[in-house]
């Protein structure tokens, strides 16, 4: 199945001097009930910017003219009103940098930062803990240091969801293949280790692959349910036993015995070696919980991050007063790690709040305004109260949170993410509950996305305009925009509209690869879209080229390979699509 282990961590990278950022390249450029969905989803549509031109309208004589470069301008501020208004209030964190761009200057004198916004967040990360080694109090960088480890949290959980749907096929192939016999005990035990859900739903499919029973492999079945370095099997490779090290600290949340396993692990070599009956080679496999176990260990390194460093015994001045959105990103922490009811708990301070989070949150985000970061507070609210189980509370939240005119486009993506919560907890029910989502809704982005980018023109104004023009911050806010539009979109099996957004924010003059403004978490979910498109070719691009920076995703390309070459030679033709 493959030669290399995709695990995570990389070594790490001599001191930069500090670098301006980069600046624009030439040609760059179950929801609720069935009773209430529709209304609960309905929203005006863009009648400015979408409606169809008056019947007979066109060239020649008694045509209507075409409107003035003023007139469309108007019309799209009348169709983005609330847009409109959020992008020029002077709290408005694009109206503010363009006045003020002191964040801006702050970016540039950070190695950490500057990463950050090139994408690079495993550098990003690196750099953000040197700097905390020796300013532990330092909160940018906190934020920072969290910022870039939810990243890559996030990419790695896409990966794991690539893992799982090409694990599937993967499995589907090759126990139709000719030398399925020889190799049956080792599909098992890579399904065994691919079985989401709690312990005891995991023993019952291990009782249901009586092979696993075998006294060879017994021993392997025990840590493909808990990885556990002592239980490793006597013939389980040099490498295979630092990495179940590594995976049991990760499990039991032990983060400073996982950064020091992290450190010293060299995961090139095989992870193990299936011993194949009958005189048939041995073959390579990865563990499939690759990505699984990279999420959560950055999940845990963004969360060591925002612990207050211990105070000094006698300050010798008052402490700075604390960050008071520091509890969002906490959340997401929380999310990431499963613990919902904790995620509901730091939420709760934040209502409260009545000042916009800083430039170090809001960069890069979906956010510009204290309304767009309450909209963010209310969807992870939904989502948690959705993976709880909670589905009454979560519509409630929801049917208060009037959607049309009055909302901005981050707070109705906001809004449809919160919404998308229902799915992700029930993936089984995505197709059926995505097919209810209104066409509009479904074609908000990228219908928005130009003018979205002249309103903002025209609203950021100030001395420092034409810099955040350099730094496409207008584009990158549209991308992160797209990214959680898309994101529900994948959740609710939306597949089509989750392409367009997706194709729309990435970069063209780094396709299907990191850089630009490309940022691997909406580079790992196109991948996963492509696979759910069926489209196993162009994902396999994106595999190919993202390894180096998501090494989980090699095993990934060479199960998506394997497949291929299956479904070929045994006659398939779906998963050919797209090449």
């Not at 990463?115 to 040197?130: I, L, N, R, T």
Request: hydrophobic share 50%.
């Amino acid at each position: 199945m493959s030669k290399r282990s995709p695990l995570p961590p990389r070594p790490s990278s001599p001191a930069r001097p500090a670098r301006p950022l980069p600046l624009r390249r030439a040609g760059g450029g179950a929801l609720l009930r069935a009773a209430r969905l529709a209304a609960l989803l309905a929203a005006p549509a863009l009648a400015a910017c979408t409606s169809p031109a008056p019947e007979g309208a066109g060239a020649g004589a008694g045509a209507a003219p075409a409107p003035t470069a003023q007139e469309t301008a108007a019309q799209e501020r009348a169709a983005l009103g609330a847009d409109a208004r959020a992008l020029a209030a002077p709290s408005s964190l694009l109206a503010a940098l363009a006045a003020h761009p002191a964040p801006l200057d702050a970016w540039e004198a950070s190695d950490g930062w500057v990463a950050f916004f090139k994408g690079e967040v495993a550098e990003a990360a690196e750099a953000f803990a040197a700097l905390l080694a020796d300013r532990p109090s330092d909160e940018g960088a906190r934020v920072g240091a969290a910022r870039a480890h939810l990243e890559l949290a996030e990419a790695y959980a896409a990966a794991d969801a690539l893992t799982a749907r090409v694990g599937a096929d993967w499995l589907a192939v090759e126990r139709g293949s000719p030398h399925a016999a020889a190799y049956a005990e080792w599909y098992d035990w890579v399904e065994l280790a691919l079985a989401p859900g709690d312990a005891a739903a995991r023993e019952a499919l291990l009782a249901r692959l009586p092979r696993l029973a075998a006294p060879a492999l017994v021993s392997w079945a025990r840590v493909a349910l808990s990885p556990d370095p002592s239980a490793a099997p006597p013939d389980a490779s040099d490498a295979y036993r630092p990495w179940l090290a590594f995976a049991q600290a990760v499990e039991r949340g032990d983060v400073v015995k996982a950064r020091g396993l992290a450190r010293r692990l060299k995961l090139r070599a095989p992870i193990l070696v299936a011993r194949a009956a009958g005189g048939a080679p041995s073959q390579s496999l990865y563990d499939p919980r690759l990505a699984r176990v990279a999420a959560r260990y950055h999940a845990l390194e963004a969360g060591a991050a925002l612990e207050a460093p211990a105070a000094p015994a006698a300050p010798a001045a008052p402490a700075a007063p604390a960050d008071p959105w520091l509890p969002l990103l906490a959340a997401q922490v929380s999310a990431a790690l499963g613990d919902h009811a904790q995620a509901l708990a730091r939420l709760a301070p934040l209502d409260a709040l009545a000042a916009p989070p800083s430039a170090h949150h809001l960069l890069l985000s979906p956010n510009l305004t204290l309304e767009d970061a309450r909209a963010e507070v209310r969807a992870r609210r939904a989502q948690a109260l959705y993976a709880l189980g909670r589905d009454a509370e979560a519509d409630a939240l929801v049917v208060a949170w009037a959607d049309g005119a009055a909302l901005s486009t981050p707070q109705r993506v906001w809004r449809l993410w919160a919404l998308a919560g229902a799915a992700r907890a029930r993936p089984a029910r995505a197709a059926e509950l995505g097919a209810r989502v209104p066409e509009e809704l479904r074609a908000l982005l990228p219908t928005r996305r130009r003018p979205l980018a002249r309103v903002a023109a025209e609203a950021v104004q100030g001395p420092s305009a034409s810099r955040l023009s350099a730094l496409e911050l207008t584009e990158r806010w549209l991308d992160a925009v797209h990214y959680r539009f898309a994101e529900a979109a994948v959740w609710l099996d939306l597949r089509v509209p989750a392409l367009g957004a997706l194709t729309a924010a990435e970069d063209p003059s780094a396709p299907l690869r990191l850089g630009g403004r490309n940022r691997l978490p909406r580079l790992s979910l196109s991948a996963l879209n492509q696979i759910q498109l069926s489209r196993h070719r162009v994902a396999s691009k994106y595999f190919l080229r993202l390894r180096e920076d998501l090494p989980a995703l090699a095993a990934v390309a060479e199960m998506t390979g394997d497949v291929l070459s299956g479904s070929s030679f045994n006659g398939g033709g779906e998963v050919n699509a797209g090449q």
